[in-house]
């Protein structure tokens, strides 16, 4: 058995542990899971057990202990560089860890307005001017991304970060029922119908 676990949240709603989990199937890494249940009052406790910022993910690889969910990307895109993580190309290697870096450190509005619940389709909420900028942006990422991949229907071509980080995301424009057309519709067609992510929704549907 693997002497690696990732720590996760709720399969409904944690979209930060949706990202490193995908990206160690999709690379086919093997790894033991650890759940913790988010928003009880043992939650803190229990992610302090693993992390000191309380949050997850977390990927325990032996000794080590990773806590974030970029930091947890690039630890894995090193250790395997066999897997191509990350682009090839330089431009493209560039262009993939600004797209990454915009998600990881923006969207408040979007992640806010439209928290990840994988397993419902509720109204489309009135969304703030930031949120629908938020929704636009994303939209525009994945249309730049994909006019200019070659060699897959992933952002950059073949499945990389980027397309781990943006995986949530493609649930949350189905939960919000956002409207998408063209090439958008068929990205988040490409990430929602992955073995991978099917396995992660009936997961999450077992858990409710
Ligand atoms: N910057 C962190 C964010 C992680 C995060 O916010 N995780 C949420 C779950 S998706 C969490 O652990 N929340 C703790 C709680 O709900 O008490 C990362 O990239 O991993």
Known sequence: MADRTLVIGDKRYSS?????WLLLKMAGIPFQETLIKLRQPSTQADCLRYSPTAKVPV???GALTIWDTLAIAEYVAETWPEKHLWPADRVARARSRSVVA???AGFADMRREMAMDCISVLPK???SAGAARDVARVQEIWQSCRAEAAGGPFLFGAFTIADAF???VATRFVTYQIPMTGTVQAYADTILSLPAMREWIAAATREA
């Open 125 to 127: 909420p009135e969304l």
């Open 16 to 20: 930060w542990s949706l990202r490193p």
């Open 59 to 61: 990927l325990i690889d």
């Open 102 to 104: 915009e998600m990881h």
């Open 166 to 168: 943006y995986a949530p």
